[in-house]
């Protein structure tokens, strides 16, 4: 409960700062919560990466507070027909109904990246109230951009302990701040149009990611990945833009904060963020007539002045978070590694010599048109009709080929239906947005070629999830243009019945993919099963230890995700040793490799440890010497029994998970937790 | 009654109106539905094609059993997928099917959380193999009681699969298909119905908010007047009504 009304604070205080941006810049009130979380995302980064997190949440909650006062103070000023708008409302509602859904069901993380970074970063900065790269632990990953993480922390700020939920409801939240934006335009008495645009927009995330009719829980909305907020905050710098029909500096302004947000959202945001900016200035410079002032410059050096801006901000957080990195990291933003071990201008120019034929290689030629085959054969959303075996199903296959041209169906409906000024803004925009999607895929296809490993950039492994971000972002603008150019229609026109038609085809496809129980709807329990228990044995271990104790994880399961999901369990109460990062191969034979053994380990205990094999002296030697004062057992198998169970007192038949380390300093043996004195 | 048409009337002009009459037929269609449902149910068990049938755990042909050990009540799983299909021949001889609404699983778990507890079902004669998008999982009714909701079709085969586990022990005391529901269980909404109450309601205002403006538009000239043009005659009609 108390998790619940922290976050509800939090939430108010953001609608204050949405109303305060609304009141005093007279941007939308439907497209000034997007404005306020793409502000909180940079605010918290730039203070971040300068070790004053701390401060930047104070200060962020006395800015809520202070616009709560003003509005207070000024509450006759308020318009509350022009504030509630169906946005707003949606946004209010929405952000209402998933903290309810989150607090009263407690999702917990359940994906691998998850806990190698998008959870527990964010774990790691609520409890050290620092970014992640000044106290990284044993985080295996700390080079990622900071925005979703400092969402992540904006919403966690008050109250003690991390919720894991929190981090789902920022992001949805963020969600629907971008859905709102999208229909900001619309007023009260077009309400028959935001219902639709709502829905439609709603089930963007969904029908953009699925592709098959799954039979397991859909983890959509609940899911702490960058890739869809990623592919929506692209589609949010351009949908602040074109929503609303007058271009004032607010809505520019609010613009600029979206594709920087972009940015820093997922390395690959910088891509997308180009793009954005690069359609946003096209459209200000060529089309827009009114002057749109940069402070006292106006006109042409106005509108390039924001021009200049809207690249320049994004560049400067890509700058800024590589001067971070070198500092504090000491490592080289540039340096993209890889399988061609390239640095990041280097792999764009070798990119385009090879793509006009200058030097062309074969595996470039081979990976370009496995992604030209997969733009129309591969499967990636929901837009497909049949099964992938009939005629129907290989026609209307939901590739990316069918997105585009629904997307682009849904620009010319935009284009037909609006005024003068709005059909040059969407064939305009629709040009540029096409060759941004061009340059995007090409880009892809460029780290396929040079930055993946062979086998994966051959397969072109995670496909549909590098490429659905643009798609998303794309199709976000293509319903939004549409809305601009029905606001001005009459009711009852083609116009809201193609919207309505579009908004029962999404609610078709959703209906035939998805199913209730397995999305964040009414997904059963059993989901987070292994995780709860996994939760109960890292309580009732922590029981029996301290923080000055430093577990050695034992978990034989493949793959070796129990090392990553155990960590975050035990942060921060307890350091788990990374154990050569678990995995089934722990016999006597195995060699251990250096870069498995624990950094403040010498030359000569490396040279050892890595050229012995792993022998139970060697296991005890090891233990000794990185300090480790318990085993945890998550799973093994009569193998292992055979070939270490000489090392515990109860020959692992007990059923323990926790084993004290007893070291004599001559022999060393592990006695279940809580018998050591016994022992 | 002349009023309540009049009122109905007034719908097509207003918005709010329209918007309110659509939650209040959705709610009285809900309330109608689960009426017409307890009726329906009523009659069938009236006429026996629903029947209310208890199975005892330590039944030993009313299911046939895959990668499970049975001993009286306990069970004890074999594999990550055990199975417990139901034996049509033993429960219903002579049919192919069953009218299964519900299925209520009394199990007491012995060293773990069962997990993903489900309920897998054919909805058709031909159906050789049972289908994972053919399936429901539990709703906890109390402590060691697991309820599972079917469409209310006929049911060519059932199989409940117990557990996740290897090694999973359960003390199965009872299986109850067709178990009756009280009012208020029935009453109570899901969380699909309710997002249904929040969307289906205004989207369907939308859509009749759509006709009743196609109708009034003129035959010629499809793109009559915009949102704007029609505000502004509205206003100079006031101002015109003010000044005389």
Known sequence: MAAFIEILITLAALLALCLFVHVKTGLASGAAPLAALCGTMIWYSVLGSVHLLLLAGFLWFAAALAAAVWLWRHRKMLRWREILSPAFVFFVLASLAVLVLFAARRPVFNEWDEFSFWGIAAKVVKTENQLYTFHPGEMRATTFVPGLIMLDYAFQFLGGAFAPWKVYAAYDILYFAIFAAAFSMLRRRQWYLAVPAAAVLTLTPFLMTVYQRDIYVCNVYLN???????????????????????????????????????????????????????????????????????????????????????????????????????????????????????????????????????????????????????????????????????????????????????????????????????????????????????????FTGFTYVYVFKDGFGYQLGDYNRYIYPYYIGWFILAVSMLCASLKNTAPGGWGALFLLVLCGGCIWRANAFLQPQLTVLDYPESVYLERREQEAAAAAAKKHLTEDDRIFLVSLAPFGLEWFQYYYEFYPDVFVDYSFGCGPDFTPETVRMPEALPKFFTEEQVAYFSTQPFTGEVWCEYLRASGCTAVFMDEWTGSFVNDYGYLFSDGLKSGAQLYRIVDTGTQMRFVPAGEEAVS | MKRMWKLLGTVRENSKRLIVLCYAVFAAGTLVLILLGIAEDGVRRLTGDVRTIEIPGESTDAFSLHDLEQEGRQYTALSTDPRMELEYSRISPGSSFLYVRRVTLYLEEKNMNPGEVCVFYKTLPDMEEYDAMYRVWAHQDAENVYSFTLPGCKMYGIRIDPGIFAGLRFRLERVVLNEPRSLPDRLMPTRPYLLALAVVPLLAACVLHWIFCAQKRPAKGRRGKTAGQMNRRSTEKKEKGRAT
């Not at chain 1, 905050?233 to 602040?240: C, D, N, R, S, T």
């Not at chain 1, 629904?406 to 239906?417: E, N, P």
């Not at chain 1, 709005?422 to 096409?434: E, I, Q």
Request: glycine share 10%; with cysteine; proline share 3%.
């Open chain 1, 224 to 442: 702490a990945y960058a890739d869809i907020p990623m592919g929506l905050l692209f589609g949010a710098g351009l949908v602040l833009y074109f929503a609303p029909r007058k271009k004032t500096p607010a809505v520019v302004c609010s613009a600029l904060l979206a594709i920087t947000a972009t940015c820093i959202a997922k390395d690959m945001g910088f891509a997308l963020c180009l793009i954005a900016a690069a359609i946003v200035c096209f459209d200000l410079l060529f089309l827009e007539k009114e002057d749109v002032p940069f402070f006292c410059l106006k006109g042409l050096w106005g509108k390039l002045c924001w021009c200049a801006s809207l690249v320049t901000a994004p560049v400067a957080a890509f700058l800024g978070w590589a001067a971070h990195m070198a500092v504090v990291l000491d490592m080289n933003r540039f340096d993209v590694g890889g399988a061609e071990n390239m640095g990041m201008v280097q792999m764009v120019a070798t990119g385009l010599c090879e793509l006009v034929g200058i030097g062309r290689t074969e595996k470039f030629t081979q990976i370009m048109q496995s992604m030209w085959q997969a733009l129309y054969s591969t499967r990636v959303t929901m837009f497909s009709l049949g099964g992938p075996q009939t005629r129907l199903g290989r026609l209307l296959n939901g590739s990316g080929m069918i997105v585009i041209l629904v997307i682009l169906s849904i620009l010319l409906a935009a284009f037909l239906l609006g005024d003068r000024r709005m059909k040059l803004r969407v064939a305009w925009a629709s040009l540029w947005s096409t060759l941004g999607f061009a340059a995007f895929y090409i």
